[in-house]
């Protein structure tokens, strides 16, 4: 959450500063505010919310709201690493659907401000004990670097 405050305050500021300093520059004013709610969407999109595994189904659960995946429609998870814009490594989960695009898992993001390497690991060790017991397959995660 403190990356989460930092994006907020410097957002805040650099929309002080251009509409104190140069006047009331509305190109420049509109791209900071479009910038700021992409990165605060982005940071709620993968570091809030929670994963929730049950015996039936994946239930995913974000500001944004909750779905319930049934395990039957998993057929493979995921740890997708991503290198920030000033170089920071990250991971996170996601399961790939039958018939949609892949969801990340809300919670499950090894970094800096997310969960510790072992914390993580854990998680989706645990994931994957989930969707074996419930569907039977042998499959191990996909790690895409």
């Known amino acids: 959450m403190r990356a989460f405050g930092l994006v907020v305050l410097v957002g805040l500021v650099a929309v002080l500063v251009v509409t104190k300093s140069h006047g009331t520059n509305w190109t420049a004013l509109a791209v900071l505010v479009v910038a700021l709610i992409t990165g605060v969407l982005t940071m709620l999109r993968y570091g809030s919310g929670a994963t929730l595994l049950t015996p039936s189904s994946v239930v995913l659960t974000t500001v944004f709201g909750r779905k319930s995946v049934p ?51 854990e998680q989706v060790r645990t994931l994957l004990n989930y969707w074996q017991q419930a569907t039977g397959r042998t499959e191990k995660i996909l790690i895409t670097p």
């Open 71 to 121: 395990w039957d429609q998993v057929t493979r998870i995921e740890v997708l690493g991503r290198t920030g814009r000033f170089g920071q490594y990250w991971r996170i989960a996601r399961i790939h659907r039958t018939d949609a695009r892949p969801l990340p898992l809300p919670g499950l993001v090894e970094a800096g401000s997310g969960l510790s390497e072992a914390e993580f690991q």
